[in-house]
């Protein structure tokens, strides 16, 4: 699925200034993408806008083709199944970690035995098989994050926009999640994280610098 920012402003509701201040930048299918800058230059915001959440006030938002923004309902609705936002503060709901990690699946319809035998394959794959049955209110922010993380694979998002995801985890988790979501992009996925981490950015296809809102430059690493 590809999708293109074209020329995006983005200010705060009760802000004066704006937070993305004419941004364009795309992806598309088989890309990891990596978006690197200080805190406070509008890396959320970004990941905010192409996750679908926010509406920019100036600019477009394309998605295989279409200004998302200006379609009916029933259109966004459909998009919107296919692009995931992972909050940089994980969200828990109340319950196990599986439960909590298959959430979306049931959503979907699947049956419950389905949907929790998928959670804990995920979870096994990124090396939290341990958490399967624990209160996901009781978890550590590392742990937390990789559940939220889990959460958001197990649907499969075309478009998975994650926010920061390295922070919490061990040397050994982030391993296992970067090289996860380098075979993940290979079925045709784009994957976009916002880090400052710059051993991922090498492993990234490409690469944007942000600062005060602007996208400064695409680099291929
Ligand atoms: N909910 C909000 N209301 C008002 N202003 C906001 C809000 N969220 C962010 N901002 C402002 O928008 C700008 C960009 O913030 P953003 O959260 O996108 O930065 P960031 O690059 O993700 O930072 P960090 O690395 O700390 O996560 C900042 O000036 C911030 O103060
Ligand atoms: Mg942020």
Not at 1 to 9: A, G, H, I
Not at 84 to 112: D, T
Not at 158 to 177: T, W
Request: net charge positive.
């Amino acid at each position: 699925m590809r999708m293109v920012l074209d020329d995006v402003w983005y200010s705060y509701p009760g802000q004066r200034g704006w937070a993305l201040r004419g941004v364009s930048v795309s992806f598309r299918e088989g890309e990891l993408v990596v978006l690197l800058g200080p805190n406070g230059s509008g890396k959320t915001t970004l990941l905010k806008v192409a996750g679908l959440l926010l509406k920019p006030q100036k600019g477009r938002v394309i998605v295989e083709g279409r200004d998302y923004w200006s379609q009916p309902e029933e259109a966004r609705q459909a998009i919107k199944k296919k692009v995931v936002y992972v909050h940089e503060r994980p969200i828990m709901l109340k319950g196990s970690v599986e439960r909590n990690i298959a959430y979306g699946l049931f959503l979907r319809g699947y049956r419950e035995e389905e949907a929790l035998e998928k959670a804990r394959r995920l979870l096994e794959e990124l090396g939290g098989e341990k958490l399967a049955g624990k209160d996901a209110r009781s978890l550590s922010f590392g742990e937390a994050q990789l559940v939220s993380i889990a959460r958001a694979l197990a649907v499969s998002p075309h478009i998975l926009l994650l926010d920061d995801p390295l922070s919490g985890l061990d040397l050994e988790r982030q391993e296992l999640l970067l090289g996860f979501l380098e075979s993940y992009k290979e079925n045709g996925a784009c994957i976009v994280m916002a880090t400052h981490d710059m051993q991922a950015s090498r492993r990234a296809d490409k690469v944007f610098r942000i600062n005060m809102g602007k996208v400064l430059m695409e680099a291929r690493s």
